[in-house]
């Protein structure tokens, strides 16, 4: 019979979609790294299970969403929000019309994130506050870096720099200070490009360095004006994926983007049953 999926990316931070809506999927982290294993399974830097909000154990308290994202890293970790994921999620759920364009709630485990899937293809969240909670260093290749920490429902370290990032080692992960960081942390290298417009690389927890990252183009975007002393801007967020919008408010912040379907299928029963 065989299990469901699809394949989609959103500024090329790709994803396996698994449909499951009464929560019946045995999703092990042994399962989800083969899934994201490039080789030996389908290849993604993350997955995205389409869950019931009222199967999903772990939903936080309120959750009003019908539609849960089960957010896994590549390396079977959980994470608490993905913002490429969630566009991706959206534009499926529209395409499965198991939701309608317009505008409607992703629940997600830093809570119920509003979206509206565009005309154009581009979805654009509510993020919610991308909170600036203190200052701290990463280091790549023995140099370190000046750091800004930022809470978007998953922890950031941007790193605002003056060194050519593209010249960066990000095969290994940067370090960083675990007293800071006790669950691991997102790490972004940002330079400016105008008064409007960044450049940036992001070594991501559990997966490894992406051509995009969703929050990350967030935070980075609420680091860069925290810098400059501005509480609020847009900007445009270049990322090696794509670009990306990024609106940071007083209260609240939006990222808009693409999100592209790219196949769907079926994984054959014993793959996974060997998983
Ligand atoms: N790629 C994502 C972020 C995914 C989660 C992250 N790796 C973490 O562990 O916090 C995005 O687009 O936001």
């Known amino acids: 019979m065989g299990i469901e999926f699809a ?6 931070n790709d994803f396996v979609v698994l449909p499951d809506a009464e929560g019946k999927l045995e ?3 042994d399962r989800v790294r083969a899934l994201c294993d490039r080789n030996r399974g ?8 389409v869950v019931r909000s009222e199967h999903v154990v772990d939903a936080p308290e309120g959750t009003e969403a019908e539609w849960f994202m089960d957010y896994r890293n590549a390396d079977g970790s959980i994470a608490e929000m993905c913002g490429n994921g969630v566009r991706v999620f959206a534009n499926y759920l529209v395409h499965k019309k198991l939701a309608k364009p317009g505008g409607f709630l992703v629940g997600t485990r830093a809570g119920d994130k509003p979206v509206v899937v565009n005309e154009d293809g581009t979805v654009t969240i509510d993020m919610g506050p991308a909170r600036i909670v203190g200052e701290s260093t990463a280091t790549v290749a023995g140099r370190a870096f000046h750091g800004i920490a930022v809470d978007v429902g998953n922890p950031h370290l941007v790193c605002v720099t003056d060194v050519e990032i593209a010249d960066l080692d990000l095969t290994v992960p940067p370090g960083h200070d675990p007293v ?5 942390v ?3 290298f940002i330079s400016q490009l ?3 417009e960044l450049r940036m690389r992001v070594h991501e927890r559990g997966v490894g360095e992406t051509r995009s990252c969703g929050t ?8 860069f004006l925290h810098r400059a002393g501005r509480a609020s801007g847009q900007l445009l967020v270049n990322i090696p994926g794509g670009q990306v919008c ?3 408010g007083e209260d609240t912040s939006t990222l808009t983007g693409p999100a592209v379907l790219v196949a769907e299928g079926t994984l054959s029963d014993s793959w996974w049953l060997a998983g």
């Open 7 to 12: 394949k989609g990316h959103g500024t090329q």
């Open 27 to 29: 999703l092990t982290d």
């Open 42 to 49: 389908l290849g993604a830097d993350g997955v995205l299970r």
């Open 180 to 184: 800071v960081f006790p669950h691991g």
């Open 186 to 188: 997102n790490v972004e």
């Open 194 to 196: 105008s008064d409007s």
């Open 216 to 223: 990350g183009t967030v935070a980075a975007a609420a680091a």
């Open 246 to 248: 990024v609106s940071i």
